[in-house]
């Protein structure tokens, strides 16, 4: 599966800019020199483009990328557990590779400030040797804000770019950013200027030519961009099994006002606190509207003060409503933003809803917009929260109901105008799902990539490109480096194994039983009546036969153990194996049986 | 809130026609005489309708229609618990309002053969002293097939009945049937005629003019019952949300023909067993198209030969694909159907794909059909499910790409022809979450119902008719009768709590951790070391140093402790708050903490 790629233009050197506006920080020297890694001679002339997280699912970014010695890393993301990993807060890449790597990383490179892009920072960057870091001031302004609740954090290297930065990183890396539009300001394509080609990395984007408080898609410079030659282009996914073109956000805005205009209440809004763009536009609505914002939700408040410090959110101060002005405000003047549109049960709109906000309590005459699209798994969390909101007379509004949402990524019709803009040579699509990766790759195919060009991963796959003669060949190798789950669970990072996990899952499915015998040490006899605790598998109280039988079962156990169970593991064995099988053949449960055997 | 209804038609029994076919089977004499409840003054005259379950969820239906003291059932469904409720297999309805009422129960009727309308049978029908049951032929085929597979469920009395049924119940009620369509052949609406007037209950409906192998919609049928007078018009509630009619699933049928005959390797569809109008098209299909059909998943198996046995499902025997013949037959000859749309662990397509199955695997070239709508909650495991197909280079098609889903559930315009063909004089949405019932409620309104008469109730909510001189009125009363959770975890029905509940998600969520101190009964002094067993919470191994810090917290404790704490109960309290701080601050995690304490 060699491919072969004929470079099409001059060195790329020449196109790299000096306009550096962002001066290279200088790197730390390391205290650990004796694990610098001698180059390899089968990493000579190499580039090597690692995915760790983002092939397999949507969350947990990142990608390293690595050219004999150096290596650069775009994105660092978390990502949100599911119904399998009970307990878990979330999940981070997995950095195993990169760690004995550290005085080879130049630098980091994040797209923009949502959490799947940005929330692993805190536990990543100091596992690699806290490099450098590059990213747009918004995104660099949320960033910082979400370091300060990480004491063992550290400082971060940070450094702002735009559009007109040009980083050189090391000796073979030259980066450049692509101003792309999403669901929040300063969201940038990353251009790796590399000694074999350059890679294109869209991160998350849509095409949107009238965005809202944002630049539109540069069309031009896409263009240009793909003119100039692209080696390799990594696409966002998210969106690629959805026909047609996204929605501009500017379009919803006219949607919305056509709605506020019917709207005689007070106007409750929930979304994330991550939608700058949609908030942008409710600034501007409650200004046409004549309605003031209150703003609820520790993130919300948070993420419009910095947007709006640096800029990024433009809207009059006296828009928002002080908690003092609150009593005085009428129903058809003031909008209430919020968070929680997903149900969260510690969000806003949650504890509004249920009684628990100590300010609000929802009333009659109120209308309640759901401002996001349903993540997969929330639904029933949504259809009771929306229960709750109509029980109390206030009308609820969400996205199927009127097209109130625009999604943050591309659709099928705008990543066909990506790809045949940039006109890459190499094609891997990147954050989704498999089957989303793979519809991209459809569509690649059918914007006449060559199939053998064209390269669905899986996280931690090696995607190897080397010079050929006046060539370059890439090769998806069977080389994986590691990317098995780092799970956050409280302070623990990484530290909850599968077996934990699996625990978990038992006793949340069928309770756990501990079996307690005293054994005299001497004669081996049972001491009085083995103890039972019963959690989450039948009430005690009210199952006093099967409990008791239970009992007479392990002094039987005991009493009758012959020479073959010899030691107490074996006996505790027996008790589990035992005591198991009778209760699942009373029950049909299958609690986690939990022999202790003490000698006395 | 005393509304009233004028009764516009003379009295009913005029329309009850007798040409019963089911005669009525004899009841048999109740052992518990005793608990015949003689007639109160307060419920002379009075009819009584109370939804049981179903008007806070999708499922567990059941109603019970009261007049004085006779009773009669409409359905008996169950319900699929949520994330909230782990372990638990399924929700009944509560019955304690009838379980004293034995005596006074005259017949249940079942509206159609899907599980949210018969699941309860062989829970509940032993708890109200199994009472004549009446329902369709289908439906019949259905409940006897289920009811093999419970040995406790004892005989049920069933008669069938079909649309020109008429059953005299006890002194007061008379019963018809009303053919409507839905997805499962012998769906049927019920008539119930009290001497108040007339209960028109929908169960699940929609309103389809060219279904496939069921009779269309009878709408001359209804407008009769609606000129004949309909008191009381209880209607389907599911799709109230959803703008628009309801497709016709012989439009269904077409869409998918256009698909078959694109498709040249194996056709393999995940459906719903209980869909018998989607698996009838899929037969003429495979006629049509020259393929055969290999059936697979229990259930799906067992509802075909049911449904084919009575003449329900009519194809000609030799499309089934016998195992003999599977090896012979070109992939482009065949249909493989099954059960697992909805991702479910079990089923045959998980197996299937998961490489779990016994003789099939998937391979490159097949195509995979989804048909049948996503349950909120198993979004993921359907992404999941189409991740592992795509990646063994088959394909996926399903109802958002092409649609090939038409729903069961009347939608917005198709509810409102009910209500105009019904007039009837109250109204009272049914089968929904509550926001979906006051959407109903709304159309309702627009279609001309008297706001009053229109009756948004909770589960459990006694509605009261009654008469008055030439009139009729009703209550939404506050009297409401008990509704709670009736929860079956293998074989215990109703014997999960919430405390073994809460106690489930607390150690699914952070694991739990058994302390085991062994005290001198004489000096009071702890023997040896303590013990600890950690499961979900931190692998031992790994985490020594604070296993060790916890043990030298409880010798501590038991060391210190002062003459408040007399007692085995008070030193366990404070091992369990003190632990639990300790390894919250460790660790910010709440295991559940065990105590046990032994005295030797």
């Not at 001679?41 to 050219?67: C, F, H, P, Q």
């Not at 890396?173 to 080609?197: K, M, Q, W, Y």
């Not at 990766?437 to 690649?444: K, N, S, T, W, Y």
Request: glycine share 8%.
């Amino acid at each position: 599966m060699i491919k072969t790629y004929k470079s099409q233009k001059t060195s790329f050197n020449r196109q790299v800019s000096n306009n550096s506006k962002a001066s290279l920080p200088q790197r730390n020297s390391n205290k650990n020199k004796t694990k610098y890694s001698a180059l390899s001679s089968d990493k000579k002339g190499k580039l090597r483009v690692m995915v760790l997280g983002g092939l397999e699912e949507v969350g947990r970014n990142m990608t390293a990328i690595e050219y004999e010695n150096e290596i650069i890393i775009i994105d660092m993301g978390l990502m949100f557990p599911d119904d399998n990993m009970p307990g878990i807060d979330f999940i981070i890449p997995n950095t195993t590779y990169l760690e004995d790597k550290k005085d080879n990383i130049k630098g980091v490179f994040i797209t923009h400030g949502h959490y799947d892009h940005i929330g692993a920072i805190p536990y990543t960057m100091p596992k690699i040797g806290n490099p450098p870091m590059f990213m747009g001031k918004m995104t660099a302004g949320l960033v910082r804000r979400r370091q300060q609740e990480f004491k063992s954090g550290g400082n971060l290297k940070i450094k702002e770019i735009d559009e007109n930065s040009s980083i050189k990183m090391g000796r073979h890396f030259t980066v450049e950013f692509l101003r792309v539009n999403h669901s929040i300001p300063d969201c940038f394509a990353i251009l790796v200027h590399t000694p074999l080609g350059t890679i294109v990395h869209t991160g998350d984007f849509k095409i949107d030519f009238s965005p809202v408080n944002d630049k539109p898609a540069n069309i031009n410079r896409m263009a240009r961009i793909g003119y100039q030659g692209v080696m390799l282009l990594m696409s966002d996914s998210t969106d690629a099994t959805s026909p047609g073109y996204q929605l501009s956000e500017s379009k919803i805005g006219e949607e919305m006002s056509k709605l506020f205009e019917k709207i005689e209440g007070r106007i409750i809004i929930g979304t994330f606190a991550s939608q700058l763009a949609r908030i942008q536009k409710l600034f501007d609505l409650a200004a046409k509207h004549n309605r003031r914002i209150y703003l609820q939700g520790r993130s919300m408040i948070s993420n419009v003060e910095v947007a709006h410090e640096i800029g990024y959110l433009k809207f009059n101060p006296r828009l928002l409503v002080s908690d003092g002005e609150l009593p005085n405000i009428p129903d058809n003047q003031i909008i209430i933003l919020g968070t929680g549109a997903q149900g969260e049960t510690n969000a806003f709109l949650s504890k509004m809803v249920n009684g628990d906000h100590k300010i609000f309590s929802l009333k009659a005459g109120d209308t309640v917009l759901f401002s996001s699209s349903v993540i997969p798994g929330n639904e029933r969390s949504i259809q009771h929260l929306r229960d709750m909101i109509v029980r109390q007379g206030a009308k609820v509004i969400n996205y199927r109901m009127l097209d109130i949402h625009a999604g943050g990524h591309a659709k099928q019709e705008d990543l066909k105008l990506m790809i045949r803009l940039m006109q890459p040579k190499f094609f891997m699509p990147i954050e989704a799902h498999h089957f989303m990766l793979q519809a991209h790759a459809e569509l690649a195919e059918e914007m006449g990539i060559d199939k053998n060009n064209i390269f669905v991963a899986d996280n931690g796959q090696v995607l190897e490109f080397r010079k050929t003669a006046n060539d370059v060949s890439a090769l998806l190798t069977k080389e994986k480096v590691p990317t098995d789950y780092v799970m956050v669970d409280g302070l623990g990072v990484g530290d909850v194994s599968s077996i934990v996990l699996r625990d978990r899952r038992m006793m949340s499915a069928d309770g756990m039983i501990v079996v307690i015998a005293t054994i005299d040490a001497k004669t081996g006899d049972i001491i009085g009546n083995p103890d039972l605790i019963s959690r989450g598998f039948i009430y005690m109280k009210e199952n006093k036969e099967i409990i008791e039988k239970t009992r007479m079962r392990v002094k039987k156990i005991v009493r009758e153990r012959t020479v073959a169970i010899s030691n107490d593991d074996e006996l505790k064995n027996k008790i589990r194996n035992d005591v198991g099988q009778f209760l699942f053949k009373q029950t049909k449960r299958r609690p986690m049986v939990l022999p202790v055997v003490i000698k006395v």
